[in-house]
């Protein structure tokens, strides 16, 4: 049974009623973030009931040894995490010395949450009895500011319901966390500093072993009722907590409110020995523009995101509540602002993965920020991996390869390798076919083509090396093979020619080939620089060139299909639709060992390949192995329903593509996976936009223009959405009619619908 409590709405995500059972569920839905740092939507009075306290600073991790029974070489020595930080957010409150607890209060009723999407703020209202008898209400409401992205502000009323009270604000830091994934119980932070300055407070930590320096602060404003209070707290120092104390006479009906202000610098951006002043300034400019001020900043900020990024859709408010909730989180976790940051599959909102960086980015999220951003922050997203280059080849060295071969990690924060499972570290090696497929998708879409010459071929050259020394030549079958590897469907290991994986190696060495060309005959000057800095002969690229010419992908006649690995036929084919209900999720039902030997996959696979390479097959091709492979899905990945999502919908399949769609959109809403309190799905959010704009609108790139082949559920009046193509806004809205374009600027567009040439002039809406 998937969760249903979240209210339908079209802007925002809406909880009525306290249920101590959702409170973790609801920490993880609520989350904000603002690309810098983001949290968990803890509450901030004391809780004493069952929460998931987390706090990140984005960038900043903690390497923790992994555990192995024994050690293997070329075994990852860490699994880097992202760090649970001091928690600026608390305020305990007290009403006649009584402890606010929603765990132990005698009554809580109009408990409401709503975060807001549409202008990016959290709130909450509640009425509580405590055990004194005292009934109160209070209304919070908090963000994380785009525009200071250091900083944060809560705002917090309370106000009496049945009779005068003395209240008191307790405002606090405290830097005496952990994280719910450690491995060994490990102390992450050393706590350097714990200082007041005036009403200013700041806790100065470093993170062991990697001494990243932060800085923790705090500033609060008092008001009664509307008019400012001039209030002196006290103060109380700890090894690891600093807090604040106001305590103010209240009646009846009146409100006494806190706005405090708080946030993180950090020795990213900030000399290690200036973090204080650092703090201290971000604070003076925050007070000074005051809470309301920065709300409207915050409301300014978000409009300027959804013009472009938006999505509507008329006539389904759980279809639309669920992808403004994908775009929201997508924005929330990656910016573009920094080229040292990636987005995690969990971004700020929970620590498994380790907030790390996986494929997810180069398969799914650069579409996204490409077509709703400004193209330099997908071209950030692919310096990222060019600025890793060192490291990949190091990580390929310490499993044999030679010659600069360059092995990317399946997951990282610095480009070492920090994953922890041997059949994923060593064996998913498609990951690497996800790096050069993002730096031929960035160039089809944007047609810069400098970043191949500048930077990119340098990746692709290490990539090709890479898969020509993975293979080796069977003589039993002629061709060049790719022996224990596991592909895209985690739930088959150490298996021998996935085709996936062997048909991007073949694509990633004729794709490195071809560039080498290019740039030999139109950038003479890279072509010397990079020949140099890689050494690359003739007599190696032919080599590269035979094993592309001559690789082996296992095929079935019998099907008609290529077949996912050598062995797939070998299992007991017993489709999902005849598997017991009771029996899934498999992957908390069943051992691994029955998983790894039935037919069930995890996520699309071979229809992977189909996806990314759509143009190198038929339509026809595309229906047989989708109506082969689908049915042995079980969609246990947050990755998988999007992608079967967009071939339905190119399949005129359009209820199962609807299915699919909706339940990538609400996968984190309505808890599909049964376990949403651990922490969002972001990357597989971008699979959600690209369910609607390459599978409902049917864009593609082809004959280097936009290309459209729209298509509308039956549950839907309309849908549009924008994009920006090589800097050029254009709206399509699709209704159960026609087809509409509008596009934004001075210069005119052609665009293919159905095959069709369109021309687009500036704000003159094209109907087809």
Request: proline share 3%; with cysteine.
């Amino acid at each position: 049974m998937n969760q249903d409590y979240i209210q339908p709405n079209e802007w925002s995500i809406l909880e009525e009623g306290f249920n101590a059972e959702r409170v973790k569920s609801s920490e993880s839905l609520f989350s904000i973030g603002n690309g810098a740092m983001g949290q968990r939507a803890n509450f901030e009075e004391k809780y004493t009931g069952a929460s998931f306290q987390g706090n990140y600073i984005a960038g900043v991790y903690y390497p923790d040894k992994t555990r192995v029974g024994w050690w293997k070489n070329g075994y990852p020595e860490y699994f880097a995490k992202v760090l649970n930080a001091p928690n600026w957010i608390g305020i305990h409150v007290k009403i006649n010395d009584e402890v606010l607890d929603l765990h132990t209060c005698k009554s809580v009723s109009k408990f409401r949450r709503e975060l807001n999407m549409k202008e990016g703020w959290l709130s909450r209202s509640f009425e509580a009895e405590l055990q004194n008898t005292i009934k109160i209400r209070v209304e919070s409401k908090r963000f994380l500011s785009l525009e200071l992205d250091e900083i944060g502000v809560i705002n917090y009323k309370v106000t009496l319901l049945n009779t005068d009270a003395s209240i008191t604000f307790t405002p606090y830091l405290d830097a005496s966390i952990t994280n719910e994934d450690t491995n060994w119980d490990d102390q992450f932070w050393d706590i350097l500093n714990v200082s007041a300055q005036k009403e200013q407070s700041f806790i100065e930590a470093k993170t062991m072993k990697t001494n990243f320096h932060t800085c923790t602060f705090m500033q609060s404003k008092l008001f009664l009722n509307a008019t400012e209070l001039n209030l002196t707290p006290t103060c109380l120092k700890q090894d690891k907590i600093i807090s604040n104390t106001y305590t103010q006479r209240v009646k009846k009906n009146e409100t006494f409110s806190i706005q405090k202000f708080g946030g993180y610098v950090v020795d990213r951006n900030h000399p290690k020995d200036k973090l204080v002043t650092a703090a201290k300034n971000v604070l003076n400019k925050a007070v000074q523009l005051g809470y309301e001020e920065l709300l409207q900043m915050q409301k300014e900020s978000w409009s300027k995101i959804w013009h472009t990024s938006d999505i509507t859709i008329e006539g389904d408010v759980k279809a639309q509540q669920g992808i403004r909730f994908n775009i929201f989180h997508l924005n929330q976790t990656y910016l573009g602002k920094d080229a040292t940051l990636n987005i995690g599959p969990k971004g700020f909102t929970g620590e498994k993965y380790g907030g790390s960086t996986y494929w997810d980015t180069e398969a799914y999220c650069i579409p996204f920020y490409m077509a709703t951003k400004d193209q330099s922050v997908a071209r950030a997203l692919l310096e990222y991996r060019y600025n890793h280059l060192h490291k990949a080849i190091e990580n390929a060295e310490k499993l044999g390869f030679t010659n600069g071969a360059a092995l990317y990690p399946m997951v990282t924060m610095n480009g070492e390798e920090c994953h922890n499972e041997w059949e994923i570290t060593f064996e998913e090696i498609h990951r690497n076919g996800a790096i050069a497929f993002a730096i031929y998708n960035y160039y089809r879409y944007t047609n810069d083509y400098s970043y191949l010459p500048e930077k990119g071929l340098e990746v692709l050259i290490g990539i090709a090396r890479f898969w020509h020394q993975r293979v080796n030549f069977s003589n039993e079958k002629n061709k060049y093979v790719m022996l224990g590897v596991t592909g895209p469907n985690e739930y088959e290991n150490n298996v021998n020619n996935n085709w996936y994986t062997n048909y991007i190696a073949k694509w990633c060495i004729e794709y490195a080939l071809e560039n080498i060309e290019t740039v030999k005959v139109d950038h003479i000057s890279d072509y010397i620089r990079i020949k140099e800095k890689t050494n690359f002969t003739e007599e190696e690229l032919t080599s590269w060139k035979e094993v592309a010419c001559n690789m082996y992908f296992p095929y079935s006649e019998k099907h008609n299909i290529f077949l996912q690995q050598d062995g797939f036929l070998d299992k007991e084919l017993i489709t999902v639709a005849d598997l017991d209900t009771s029996q899934r999720p498999i992957n908390q039902k069943w051992s691994w060992d029955r998983i790894l030997r039935s037919p069930y996959i995890k996520q699309a696979d071979t229809l992977q390949g189909f996806y990314l390479f759509e143009d190198h097959f038929s339509l026809e091709e595309l229906k047989r192995h989708f109506d082969f492979y689908e049915p042995f899905t079980v969609h246990e990945s947050s990755l998988s329903p999007c992608v079967h999502s967009i071939q339905a919908a190119k399949l005129d399949q359009m209820d199962q593509a609807y299915t699919f769609y909706l339940r990538t959109s609400r996968l984190d809403l309505d808890d599909y996976n049964h376990e949403v309190e651990e922490g969002l799905h972001i990357t597989s959010m971008a699979g959600t936009w690209m369910s609607i704009v390459e599978g409902f609108g049917g864009m593609r790139i082809v004959d280097n223009m936009l290309s459209f082949s729209p298509k509308i559920p039956k549950q839907w009046k309309s849908f549009s959405f924008k994009v920006n193509f090589r800097n050029q806004v254009i709206t399509v809205n699709v209704s159960q009619k026609e087809n509409n374009f509008l596009v934004e600027g001075n210069s005119e567009m052609n665009i293919l619908v159905n095959g069709e040439l369109v021309n687009v002039s500036p704000n003159n809406l094209v109907s087809v």
